[in-house]
């Protein structure tokens, strides 16, 4: 199986999807402890510790039992964090 105009297969994807989710997570714990020893205590530190490991469980998952609207939901989550963080730190 195939995506349109991508040329990649759904193993292949998937296994980025997981790669992506896992690998996000020790990234976001080294800017968790950046953001709250520079900042102090904020939101950020809760969209950081909170996401990053859901996003990695989703990535395996969808890896593993071959869900690739779980992997999808995965690489969306692990990414997530960043535009979080920059709209509540201007908020608050």
């Known amino acids: ?14 296994s980025r999807a997981r790669m992506l989710s896992v690998g996000a997570v020790p990234v976001y714990l080294a800017l968790l402890f950046f953001v709250t020893k520079e900042e ?3 939101w950020s ?19 593993r039992d071959i869900l690739p609207g779980r992997a999808v939901w995965a690489m969306v989550l692990s990414i997530a964090p960043l535009p979080l963080i920059g709209g509540l730190e ?3």
């Not at 199986?1 to 998937?14: D, H, N």
């Not at 530190?45 to 890896?63: R, S, T």
């Open 45 to 63: 530190y809760l969209v950081l510790a909170l996401l990053p490991p859901v996003a990695a469980v989703l990535g395996v998952q969808g890896k």
């Open 90 to 92: 201007t908020l608050f």
């Open 1 to 14: 199986m195939s995506f349109p105009l991508s040329g990649e297969s759904l193993e292949m994807f998937l």
């Open 40 to 42: 102090g205590w904020h």
